[in-house]
């Protein structure tokens, strides 16, 4: 019974043109939303090239002063004493590469870039030759094989895995999005619930399907409507922006894991959150009662919300922050932003959303249970305990 009633549920979502009109004016706002950070994410125009971080050592100053000298960018050079010294540089700083003495152009994260390592080949190449014309007379042949035997450069990465780089603007649009799609679809389930419960249809409906069948179908029925619509809005903004694009084209993968894990987080998160709102819904029988019924939960995922988009960026590393993104109730709002904002590792990633995975199955079983014993229930507000102290006969 569970397929036929989410079945019945999402086509009465998706058919209604109140669906289509939010769908178009999500679409508009993400667009019109992207369209600012393009150009709030544009560099400034100064007539300036654009600089890049290079650290080097000693022994490869000439080459690095020579590539200085083969590019328009402006290259802002760190002399470093030790190899050590580099590496460190790297990793903790924004310098983007590091020209070691044994001839490796050392970065992180895979960011390497093809022009600054044909640049570098070609100062030494440059440098090698012009030594070599110097000391010897030689004719065109022997330069060339000299330019060929030239040193070159080797690509090296250091591995740097310890968390995911993306972009924080993109972790906080993330956040908000997500939990005003939870806040929405949520909300309907339970004024859904309501509405059968008072009109008395609820008891027809509970002749032939089970309590806990109508909860989960209702549940998976408007979560599937409420994916949809997200998809389709991501869709749209992936097709029509280019800022987003060169956000999931980056050479680190974090963008791209922030949509997916956005996409499994949104779908787990609904499932767990929507189960506690109908669950808290149907402890009463007016729609003007829900508010206060469930206000408990709004108010809990309200101070997970902000807790998210002020503490992931500013304060990564603080206890309650990695508190929240183990908890069930709180991670479907957190490790997006967390994600999309690089600053959880896979393995807390990994480890998170195993925990919410096995949660799912445990909050539909407890929310399952209050519907159950609530669900027939007419007149004033029932109380967890009156709840769990009353036997149902459904």
């Not at 109140?18 to 709030?40: D, M, N, R």
């Not at 960018?73 to 700083?93: A, C, I, P, Y």
């Not at 008395?200 to 989960?216: A, F, G, H």
């Not at 957190?334 to 959880?344: K, Q, T």
Request: glycine fraction near 6%.
């Amino acid at each position: 019974m569970i397929p036929i009633v989410s079945k019945h549920e999402f086509l009465n979502i998706v058919k209604t043109k109140t669906f289509v009109f939010s769908t178009l004016f999500w679409v508009v706002l993400i667009c019109v939303g992207l369209i600012i950070s393009e150009q709030f994410g544009k560099a400034p125009s100064s007539g300036q090239p654009p600089s890049m971080l290079i650290a080097y050592e000693q022994e490869v100053e000439p080459i690095v002063k020579e590539a200085e000298t083969l590019t328009s960018s402006h290259l802002v050079l760190t002399l470093v004493h030790s190899d050590k010294e580099g590496r460190d540089l790297v990793e903790n700083s924004s310098v983007s590469y590091f020209v070691s003495s044994n001839k490796e152009l050392i970065t992180k994260n895979h960011e390497f870039s093809s022009n600054v390592l044909d640049m570098l080949n070609q100062a030494s190449r440059n440098l090698h030759l012009q030594e070599s014309i110097n000391q010897l007379g030689l004719d065109n042949q022997k330069l060339s094989e000299i330019d060929s035997s030239a040193e070159k450069f080797r690509p090296k990465d250091l591995g740097v895995d310890k968390k995911t780089d993306s972009h924080p603007s993109f972790g906080i649009f993330t956040g908000i999005f997500l939990f005003i799609m939870l806040m929405l679809y949520g909300s309907l389930i339970a004024t859904g619930a309501v509405q059968e419960k008072s009109s008395r249809i609820v008891e027809i409906l509970l002749s032939t399907v089970k309590p806990y069948e109508l909860m989960t179908g209702k549940i998976l029925g408007i979560g599937a409507a409420a994916l949809f619509q997200m998809l389709i809005v991501l869709a749209v903004a992936l097709s029509t922006n280019s800022y987003l694009i060169t956000l999931l084209s980056m050479n680190s993968l974090g963008a791209v894991f922030s949509l997916v894990f956005m996409v499994l987080w949104f779908l787990l998160g609904f499932i767990v959150l929507s189960a506690l709102e109908v669950a808290l819904a149907s402890r009463v029988s007016r729609q003007e009662d829900i508010g206060s019924a469930i206000s408990p939960l709004t108010f809990t995922l309200l101070l997970i919300f902000y807790a998210g988009i002020f503490l992931a960026p500013s304060s990564p590393d603080s206890l309650l922050l990695k508190v929240l993104e183990f908890l069930p109730i709180s991670s479907p709002i957190i490790m997006p932003i967390a994600i999309s904002s690089g600053v959880v590792s896979t393995f807390e990633t990994v480890v998170s959303f195993l925990i919410l995975v096995a949660f799912v199955p445990l909050a539909l079983w407890f929310s399952g249970i209050i519907y159950k014993r609530s669900v027939l229930h007419i007149g004033s507000k029932l109380s967890l305990k009156s709840v769990f102290a009353k036997r149902s006969n459904l």
